[in-house]
């Protein structure tokens, strides 16, 4: 069975940091792109930024740029997303996502797995 479980989400005040991680299994993780997403209440889902699958290629979407950072760990199958100089306009709920490809800060392929999701809360 497929699995993506997300944590590391929480209440953080603005300026301040978090770690998210997406821990994979049931597939070959070696195999697949992550990708992490967000949803806030009354917006559309937008990716955020995704890996590829030997981790050496990271796309951000523009808003998170210099402040948000991807990285995989494959002999752990997990993924992780560090959160640096979090800003109110961060509060989401942060899905992490597999596939077979980034197309730029989305994942995509033949079909996309999705984890649970952490609720994300920067107070200002």
């Known amino acids: 069975e497929v699995q993506l479980v997300e944590s590391g989400g929480g209440l953080v005040q603005a300026g301040g940091s978090l770690r998210l991680s997406c821990a994979a299994s049931g597939f070959t993780f070696d195999d697949y792109a992550i990708g992490w997403f967000r949803q806030a209440p009354g917006k559309e889902r937008e990716g955020v930024s995704c890996i590829s699958r030997s981790g050496g290629s990271t796309y951000y979407v523009h808003s998170v740029k210099g402040r948000f950072t991807i990285s995989k760990d494959n002999a752990k199958n997990t993924v992780y997303l560090q959160m640096n100089s979090l800003k109110p306009e961060d509060t989401a709920v942060y899905y992490c996502?597999?596939?077979?490809?980034?197309?730029?800060?989305?994942?995509?392929?033949?079909?996309?797995?999705w984890g649970q999701g952490t609720q994300v809360t920067v107070s200002s």
């Open positions: 996502a597999a596939d077979r490809l980034c197309y730029s800060e989305y994942v995509g392929g033949r079909k996309t797995y």
